[in-house]
């Protein structure tokens, strides 16, 4: 009996429906002898029914439970003795009832292998033989002859028609399930991706599954212009680079935006010999991914056995996933600009309020000293009342520019608001942070001053008061005449 049979057992119901068809056509030989004026051995039909009701009770019980092949296989030759001995009780081949020994071949073509239905159709052209010899003749005539070659070849040409349309049939519903399994293996890995705080390793793990791979790779360019390892599974190439211009898989599919497949990757042209000894790579997909309508990297499956042929169901699953890896870098990319934007102020293209809330707490507690600074522009309504509010803007717009290169890359410089900034500086001791400010005020274009009041965090204050020693600070610069550099020093409180 088949392996789909035997796999999953059946309700009593369903093994009923099952056989039952092939047991009422198994009875229509009696029907046939009923009314016959032919010789009707009687004791022939009784047995052959009582065998046949036999084998298909016997067939229904195993199906229910839990199927057996080699008893399905002895119930249906059973069902053969039995449709034989229901035929001879009918008047034998002359009578019409031998059409009945078809069914078991037919059985055996939808549910039996291609072996089963061999033994089958055998067993048939004995009974086929043995009925025309049971009349008494000891000599087979050309009618008996041409009787058997038809009851040879139509049933043959039957089961060979039922038997591909079944295995083709089984294969569908095979490769059916096999890309359900694929769809939903993406569409988890897809889900992932997007979830994941490192889609990137997410998406080398999902490659591995869908491919059936040794390891799978994703590179992206690199700050150099090298195509870099960026995240990886299964081997050891993190922060490997390959360079664009050099021969690699990862490379031509960068470069053309086509994947590429490397059946066997010795002396191939097309890869890195690097690359294949550090991944011991037999075979290789390499797929380009997009995000931002161009492309940014690709993903490479590596196999450490040769394959011979790309299977399209993994090829479309490895396309799928980078394409997903694609997005997922756009979007992430999306919401970096996105949240930049939101903690950037648009005019000067400096950090505003929030970036230094966020970021002035993480000074606090990694530098020491720190020093925070307020600086206002001087008497800035009269330059915006005397030269307009675009010159005004020009001015704040070119602070950043003349600024940050006299900063070192840990100073967080944001517009605090108009024409106020804020300026915290670790690690920096109060009289360093002077000079730094002096440097600053002589740098203020157009011939424009500034004031500016400096306060050194004592290691205990909140944000609030450090800014507010600041402040007072610059009001004091302001009122000392502006375009100068005021500092609250901390209080220190004497022994006594």
Known sequence: MPETVSQDS???AEATRQVAPFALAGVAAPLVAIGSGGLVQNWALLLGVALLLVASLCMILDLARSPRRWVQDTCVFVCLLALTLLVHGAGGTDSGAALVLLVPVVWMALYGSRLDVLVTLALMLTSIVALTLSDGSTDISSTDLRRIVVFVTVPALIVWTVSNLVHRLEASEQEARQGQDVLTTVATAARLIRESSDGRRTTCEALTQVADASSA??????????????????????????????????????????????????????????????????????????????????????????????????????????????????????????????????????????????????????????????????????????????????????????????????????????EEFALALPDCAL???????????????????????????????????????ADVALYEAKAQGRNRIVVNAPVVVADV
């Open 10 to 12: 059946k309700t009593v």
């Open 217 to 418: 790779l994703l590179y992206e360019i690199d700050e150099t212009g090298l195509l870099t390892v960026s995240a990886v599974v299964g081997s050891s190439v993190l922060g490997v680079g390959v360079p664009l211009d050099e021969p690699s898989a990862a490379a031509l599919a960068f470069n053309t935006g086509l994947p590429v497949f490397v059946a066997n990757t010795e002396n191939d042209d097309r890869v890195s010999p690097g690359m294949v000894r550090l991944t011991s790579a037999q075979s290789v997909l390499v797929q380009p991914f997009r995000h931002g309508g161009l492309v940014q990297g690709v993903v490479e499956v590596v196999w450490r056995e040769r394959r011979q042929a790309l299977e399209p169901r993994a090829a479309q699953a490895v396309a799928v996933l980078a394409e997903e890896i694609g997005s997922a870098l756009e979007r992430a990319d999306l919401v970096d600009n996105l949240q930049r934007r939101v903690k950037l102020d648009s005019l000067t293209r400096l950090p505003n309020r929030r970036a230094w809330r966020e970021q002035l707490p993480h000074l606090m507690h990694s530098s020491t000293p720190l020093c925070v600074a307020v600086l206002d522009l001087d008497l800035f309504k009269t330059y915006n009342d005397t030269r307009g509010h675009l010159a005004g803007d020009r001015l704040l717009q070119s602070l950043a520019p003349s600024w940050l290169p006299l900063l070192r890359p840990e100073d967080l410089l944001v517009r605090w608001g108009g």
């Open 431 to 469: 009289d360093r942070a002077q000079q730094v400010l002096e440097r600053l005020r002589l740098a203020v274009p157009h011939q424009q001053t500034v004031s500016a009041g400096v306060a050194m965090w004592d290691g205990t204050e909140s944000i609030e008061s450090l800014m507010t020693r």
